[in-house]
């Protein structure tokens, strides 16, 4: 025990070290909103009033992930200000002590496994550091913002942790009382951090189905767990069916994206063939960070690879089930992975694939993989050689962690990497360019990037016909440096009318107001233009309409062209809105008092309601 302590503890610090060579590392994507520009955050004194105003204040990323904020909070105080390498240093040390909770897990589970004492310990500590150094990882630890998801899992493992000792005990004969009531707060610790937390009861499940098989020394004990898990399984999928699909299900387009609820439900039977690819063939270059490029499937034929992808899901789920008590240790690590996907890959109108969605369900895939090679009856070599091939196998792991972790140094190194991986991934050129711009000085023509970061948004264009942003930037960058063409305002114009509008692409047309109001000389009937095609294209959100009517009232100096975006948001949100009282005030001083009086009826005529955009992944 005191050796497992020991080793537990030595390879937990080993673990965090390979995450140290993308520090100090940048904010990026979701970390601009939910931290360097949410002020709620930003705790410049640590006292209780200031604690509880950053606990109280409704966030960015949602009203339940009250933990992660709070250490965000911490970590701007302690930090003086929002230093990168202050949040990502938190999140490694999160990181080192889930692994240093993961590393017990295995041992109790192995122990419930029947596997001996000492090579069991060893494979749990190989397992837990495996599972910490593997380079799918970079992206959940080095990406601040993802705090939400490194806490959620450490308290789901010491709640995980705290059901097998409990569970321990009950078997033994005695209560085990504390260890579940210790296990409930910890899944509410954990529900503070991450909403896909409340997956624990399909962990607790997948452990009763196998390793511990409802286990009990009281008889009437085992017939009230097998009848409890019977009543909430059966309570969760009437939830599910009667509740969250009608919620959730869209047969059109989701608000904000390019897909339906049935694509994407088609879509993920491929996502998870990419994830396990991943797990299983863990080069960096299989890892773009960014998933932009991936295609919905619209049907169980486009593309072809969707319907074997569904059809070995089902395979690899029923093979869990049918080796449940041959092979316990195959099947709850199979458990694991795809109930860890349960929300993420289901009828919430999510972005299809991110890799910090593995963070826990790499536990599962690492547990059924140490399970294969345990048993693997050919591949087992004298303990000296089999000790050193596990060490080069975790040597491997943790070098590509390494260099994938290099890439997270800055910004521009990561995009150079994102677009090496993803060619396609409009996101990665348009990060690309706008990191090579930032690197060159003001946005202005003597800016010395200025030809890198052309370059690199003509390669984006190229790269995939149906991306927006790189040519919306293009056009910005190409005006600055005074050579625009009337083609290259046509060729995007040409996309913006005929693109499918995902996510992304809605925005295009904001970058044009964006630099407007930064000073760039664009042409003011081709940034119209392209505004009214997007309005005609999508039904756009209040604040998306707001900010169009701003820029072109503000930075175009058009309040006939902007009043009419101003009253079709007013026509989409309740009536009496402060906002509305400060724009006709703004109208009347620039001397338009009539178009005052069109917002002012705009505002107390009945409303026309629509649905709240998409967001990100809770990402």
Known sequence: MRSFAVFSVLIALLAGLP???GLPGEFVFDDIPNIVNNTSI?????????????????????????????????????????????????NIVIHVLSVLVLAWFFRR???????????????????????????????????????LQTMGTLFLLLALVAYLQARHAQIEGRSGRTGLLCAVLLWALAMGCKEDSILLPAYTLA??????RFAAMDSRLQAVLRRGYLIAALTGTAVF??????????????PGRDFSTLERLLTQGRVLWLYLWQILFPLPSHMPFHYDWLEPSRGLFQPWSTLPALVGVAALLVLAWSQSHVRPLLALGLFLFFAAHFVASNVIGLELAYEHRNHFALVG????????????????PRPALQALLGLLVLAALAAATVQRAHAWRSNETLAQASTAAAPRSPRAWIELCNAQLLAGGPISRDNTRLDEAITACTAGADSNPETLNCLALLVVLKTLRGDIEARDWDRFQQRLATVRMSWDNIRAPLILTHYAGQGVGLDKARVLTALATLDRRVTLQPHTLVSIGEAILRVLQEPDLAVPYFVKALQRVPPGDPYVRQLMAELTAKGRPDLAGVIESADAAPRDLVPAPATGDGR
């Open 365 to 380: 895939a690492m547990l059924a993989v140490g399970s294969v090679a345990m048993q693997c009856p050919y591949a087992r």
């Open 207 to 212: 452990l009763e189905l196998t390793v511990l």
């Open 109 to 147: 589970v192995f122990q419930l496994a029947g596997v001996r004492s000492v090579p069991g310990g060893w494979w749990a500590l190989g397992l837990a550091f495996a599972w910490a150094v593997h380079p799918l990882q970079v992206s959940a630890v080095l990406y601040a913002v993802q705090r």
């Open 42 to 90: 930003h705790l410049t004194e640590l006292n209780m009033a200031a604690v509880t105003e950053v606990l109280a204040t409704p966030q960015v990323s949602g009203s339940l992930r009250s933990l992660p904020t709070l250490t965000f909070a911490l970590d701007y105080w302690r930090a003086g200000g929002a230093d990168p390498a202050a949040f990502k240093t938190t």
């Open 241 to 254: 069916l009667l509740w969250v699909i009608p919620a959730h299900w869209h047969w059109d387009a989701y």
């Open 19 to 21: 995450f140290t060579a």
